[in-house]
């Protein structure tokens, strides 16, 4: 089960830079345990982090080239 989500996350995310790539920057709210995840598809952290119901999140920015 954690295999198919892991591969459910990739394929979304590559999903969303594949859209957005030649457009505009994706910003996204988080969960600060998914950092390297996100960064793994080139998402830089942004600003400091906060609490959504109880769990900690960061912004995570993408930034077409």
Same mark, same amino acid.
């Given at each position: 089960?954690?295999?198919?989500?892991? *591969?459910?996350?990739? &394929? =979304? !995310?590559? %999903?969303l $830079?594949? !859209?957005y @790539?030649?457009?505009?920057?994706?910003?996204? %709210? &988080?969960? #600060?345990? =998914?950092?390297?995840? /996100? @960064?793994?598809f $080139?998402? +830089? @952290? #942004? %600003?400091? $982090? /906060?609490? #959504?119901? $109880?769990?900690? *999140?960061? +912004?995570? =920015? /993408?930034?077409? @080239?």
């Open positions: 089960f954690s295999s198919r989500r892991r *591969h459910t996350r990739f &394929a =979304l !995310v590559r %999903g $830079g594949d !859209v @790539k030649r457009q505009q920057p994706i910003r996204i %709210g &988080a969960q #600060e345990y =998914l950092k390297k995840f /996100y @960064k793994s $080139g998402f +830089i @952290k #942004e %600003g400091d $982090g /906060y609490l #959504e119901d $109880g769990i900690p *999140h960061i +912004i995570m =920015l /993408y930034s077409p @080239k």
